[in-house]
């Protein structure tokens, strides 16, 4: 009988460690998310304030303040403005476009290029000089490590002399390689992570290398490509450096717009948050319907 005893005592103990484990674990991942995701509750909250809710820190909507339109109003983007001519909107929707094109060009193009390179990296040795592949490889990074603020002359000039300076053209192709660096690194070990002996297979079966690696390789390592993909345009889109220095009307983009949202008379904080809230939205939504490629991603190649 006291065997019994103990052996539900046992089971107890075991069974309040578990839970007392899940809550502190759990507890702990929603106490994260809170903090990551405030910021957004911060700023499409801020963009339905008036002056004095903003100023006073109001935060609980219909609770601190009374919901208005201000902020989209001024984009000509509320319920009541969206179907009359506004000239805020059509800039708006400029800007956006330009955002757009930009990010999406300039990420494709990377993620095309920087898989070609982390392909031959990953599966050929290469020599030049002194170095090796791992050297290649470091060198590709290394290029992250100069601050924008040091290429900003030379890009200046050069762009003036090529007349790209205020084109989408220039801004893709400085954007691909700002981003191509971390798409070859991340397509490495994606490639790295397929074992050989499946191209191998594919050039016996009379494939050839182009073959087996649109056929065999591209298809696996897709997720990682996706990931890749959705990483450099993240980085694109919210690019500002380059994209206030280099244009002036044509092809300026998001970023550029909302930080204009000052004036003598301060910051406006409704515009900028309802600016801030419509540039955060399609990134928002490229992430929930690429979710489980983002995963497969991160995932790729943690297991051999």
Known sequence: MSQIFHDADVDRKHRAKWWTSRVLIYGALIFWAVICLFPIYWTVTTSFKIAPDVMKGNLIPWVDYTPQWKGWRSLGLSPETIFE???????????????????VSASTLAVILGSLAAYGLSRF??????????????????QMILPPV??????????????????RIGLILLYTLMVLPIVIWIMRDQFAGIP????????????????AFFQIVLPIALPGMVAAFILSLVLCWNEYFFAALLTSTDAKT?????????????????SMAALSAAAILPLVVVAIFL?????KGMAAGAVK
């Open 150 to 167: 040091v290429l900003a002359l030379p890009f200046l000039v050069l762009y003036k002399e090529l007349a790209l300076l205020d084109s």
């Open 291 to 295: 979710e489980k490629y983002i995963i």
């Open 254 to 270: 998001l970023p550029v717009m909302v930080a204009s949202q000052t004036g003598s008379q301060g910051i406006n904080w409704w």
């Open 196 to 211: 050989v002996e499946l191209e191998e297979a594919a050039l016996v079966d009379g494939l050839g290398i182009w073959g």
């Open 85 to 103: 001519t506004s000239t805020v909107r059509e800039e708006f929707v400029k800007r956006f476009t330009n955002s757009v094109i930009t990010s």
């Open 125 to 142: 040795s290469y020599r030049f000089g002194f170095m090796r592949n791992s050297d290649i490889s470091f060198f590709f990074l290394s």
